[in-house]
């Protein structure tokens, strides 16, 4: 959702009139910021369908809302399509099992779509995984992803993915997709939503608490996470056994940690926390918040934190939305991960990986110590690379994608 929304001010001026297809927000549990519509260009057309109840088909291990919702995408776009006009169909979106309609309007209708691997489909990470650290119904999940995506890959016109890994792999284990269109497009950073969160400060609660220097990760946790977050936690520990005093006013925050509806979720990071010894100084909130909320709550941070996967082909998308803050800002992930190379165009100090940087419990306390003693600077950006990271160069290069499809189909 958030690439079409951040992409939809500027397709017009690329050649593109878009109208989007969506499943009504009143049939998601997952939390909703209503503010994200203040970012949409005036006239955007946009369609809203129903999906099926979740109580009753999360017991058949369908609550997705993509299995819930596929009915309802198929009959709206065979609709839309019918009244011609349409020139490519363009899936953005995690919830992949919508995909598969492709290949059936394909043939249908002879219009040419574009998938966007905002992370993988089917993936092995998780099958030598120990069973606590597999996503829910993952035996069942594992089969059908498995089973589903050729069926959409097999008659892809382009695609296009926040990671090159990811593009490489779908390319060995599909080689009709060897000349298939293929771009590396990251999110961009969308500068307006700065100014909307600015404008709705007083409508957010407050999470943090002042009376202490609070530095701050939003987004999902996991215990693929632990590598990154494993030489944090020690070097928190080290400081508060050798400076007690300095390092009890800090305060690490996790939000967001789960996909589980607010109450649901199960803590990931306070464990880890414990084992260090250092849970009065962690403070994880499992339930996910709203888009402009986690703005707000950015820019109330004293430091901000991102950690990475152990996954190599991970690379966070939600670093953008970090950096427009110009938050003293420390990220550490896997030495493979292409957020640390992008990272480092920005001009990030202090941009590391857990596996192959010296000294890094030391860089990292130096990190806390310029939080606790305010002395880290407001950093200064790479002017280059925040026009290449823009949301509007990021449409830009979507755009020649979907030229290159439309020509070759």
Not at 17 to 42: I, N, R
Not at 218 to 238: H, K, Q, T, W
Not at 385 to 396: D, E, F, G, N, W
Request: aromatic share 14%; net charge neutral; hydrophobic share 40%.
């Amino acid at each position: 959702m958030q690439r079409v929304r951040m992409s939809l001010p500027y397709f017009e001026a690329n050649g593109w009139q878009a109208e989007v297809v969506a499943v009504d927000p009143a049939y998601t549990d997952l939390p909703q910021d209503k503010l994200l519509v203040e970012s949409l260009p005036a006239g955007t057309k946009i369609h809203l369908i129903k999906a099926l109840g979740k109580k009753w088909t999360s017991k058949l291990g369908f609550g997705s809302i993509s299995y819930r919702s596929w009915w309802f995408f198929r009959h709206k776009v065979n609709q839309l399509l019918k009244e011609g006009g349409f020139d490519l169909i363009y899936f953005s979106t995690t919830q992949f099992q919508v995909c598969t309609l492709g290949a059936y309007w394909k043939k249908r209708f002879k219009v040419p779509y574009v998938i966007d691997m905002q992370d993988p489909w089917h993936s092995e990470y998780y099958r030598d995984k120990p069973k606590e650290q597999q996503p829910p119904k993952y035996w069942l999940s594992y089969r059908l992803n498995k089973f589903l995506e050729p069926k959409a890959m097999n008659e892809v016109g382009g695609l296009i993915s926040v990671s090159e890994n990811y593009i490489e792999i779908l390319k060995d284990r599909y080689p009709r997709l060897k000349n298939t269109p293929a771009e590396t497009i990251t999110f961009g950073a969308f500068e307006p939503d700065m100014k909307i969160a600015a404008e709705h400060t007083g409508e957010f609660t407050h999470l943090l608490d002042a009376t202490f220097k609070n530095i701050v990760y939003i987004g999902r946790g996991g215990m693929d996470m632990y590598n990154s977050i494993s030489p944090v936690f020690e070097a928190l520990r080290l400081g508060l056994a050798a400076e007690p005093d300095l390092f009890k006013d800090l305060r690490l925050y996790f939000i967001g940690t789960s996909y589980a509806p607010n109450g649901q979720g199960s803590a990931t990071i306070l464990p880890l926390a414990k084992e260090y010894g250092i849970e009065k100084n962690v403070v994880e909130i499992t339930y996910r918040i709203g888009y402009y909320h986690t703005l707000q709550t950015l820019r109330q941070a004293d430091g901000l934190f991102i950690p990475g996967s152990d996954d190599p082909q991970y690379t966070a998308s939600k670093i953008f939305p970090y950096i427009l803050t110009h938050k003293p800002l420390m990220a550490i992930f896997n030495a493979k991960s292409s957020a640390i190379a992008i990272l480092k165009e920005f001009g990030l100090k202090d941009a590391y990986s857990y596996d192959e940087t010296p000294g890094l419990l030391s860089k990292i306390d130096s990190f806390f110590k310029l939080i606790l003693n305010e002395d880290a600077a407001v950093p200064e950006y790479n002017a280059n690379a925040i026009q290449k990271y823009s949301a509007q160069m990021m449409t830009k290069r979507q755009c020649d994608l979907f030229n290159k499809v439309t020509f070759t189909s």
